[in-house]
T-cell receptor, first 119, second 113 residues
Framework: DAGVIQSPRHEVTEMGQEVTLRCKPI?????LFWYRQTMMRGLELLIY????????DSGMPEDRFSAKMPNASFSTLKIQPSEPRDSAVYFC?????????????????FGSGTRLTVV | AQSVTQLGSHVSVSEGALVLLRCNYS??????LFWYVQYPNQGLQLLLK??????LVKGINGFEAEFKKSETSFHLTKPSAHMSDAAEYFC???????????FGTGTRLLVSP
């Protein structure tokens, strides 16, 4: 199992450009989450999906942010246009409610993140 | 609304000393509680979780945490620190054990020789 795969690992872009972050969840997981981590605000949940359907997007900061999950093995987080204040590490996590809740295998698995710098 | 408060943004211990990282939670329903560890430039890794079973929860790498409802706490401990434990630790709460996790601000553990 390769885990949750995010790409790119690092992204540097100019203000005003479109940025697309990608995530491949663990096969068989039916939940997918996008988090943002900054020094000022810590870890924030942006949006999560269940069975490819967005369930809660209340954490998406504004209309410049959008997320899609066209199938069970792929999700994107898009920022258009990007701004310097969007600079952060963006994490994708996946999980499944199947299995024993008391085991550590139940719950989220995080990817290694995408470090976004908008200049 | 649920929240967690981690006391101390930095904790320093000597190798071999007791590790104690504090977490207090606020929840209107019986909570699910988690501790995650983050090493530099990596994602978060689950250490342990409380899911209303035993109040003393054992996790990976020798860590454990005790759920105390009367104190609304879920402190993380390890009897003897190792250099490899140096990382950032996050406490998190959920009202369903899944779905939305609310994280604390993190505590950076520094381990000196």
């Amino acid at each position: 199992d390769a885990g949750v795969i995010q790409s790119p690992r690092h992204e540097v872009t100019e203000m005003g450009q479109e940025v697309t972050l990608r995530c491949k969840p663990i096969s068989g997981h039916d939940y997918l989450f996008w988090y943002r981590q900054t020094m000022m605000r810590g870890l924030e949940l942006l949006i999560y999906f269940n069975n490819n359907v967005p369930i809660d997007d209340s954490g998406m900061p504004e209309d410049r942010f959008s997320a899609k999950m066209p199938n069970a093995s792929f999700s994107t987080l898009k920022i258009q246009p990007s701004e310097p204040r969007d600079s952060a590490v963006y994490f994708c996590a996946s999980g499944s409610r199947g299995g024993e809740v008391r085991t550590l295998s139940y719950g989220y698995t995080f990817g290694s993140g995408t470090r976004l710098t908008v200049v | 609304a649920q929240s967690v408060t981690q006391l101390g943004s930095h904790v320093s211990v000597s190798e071999g000393a007791l590790v104690l990282l504090r977490c207090n939670y606020s929840s209107s329903v019986p909570p699910y509680l988690f501790w995650y560890v983050q090493y530099p430039n990596q994602g978060l890794q689950l250490l342990l979780k409380y899911t209303s079973a035993a109040t003393l929860v054992k996790g990976i790498n020798g860590f454990e945490a005790e759920f105390k409802k009367s104190e609304t706490s879920f402190h993380l401990t390890k009897p003897s620190a190792h250099m490899s434990d140096a990382a950032e630790y996050f406490c998190a709460v959920s009202n369903t054990g899944f779905q939305k996790l609310v994280f604390g601000t993190g505590t950076r553990l520094l381990v000196s020789p």
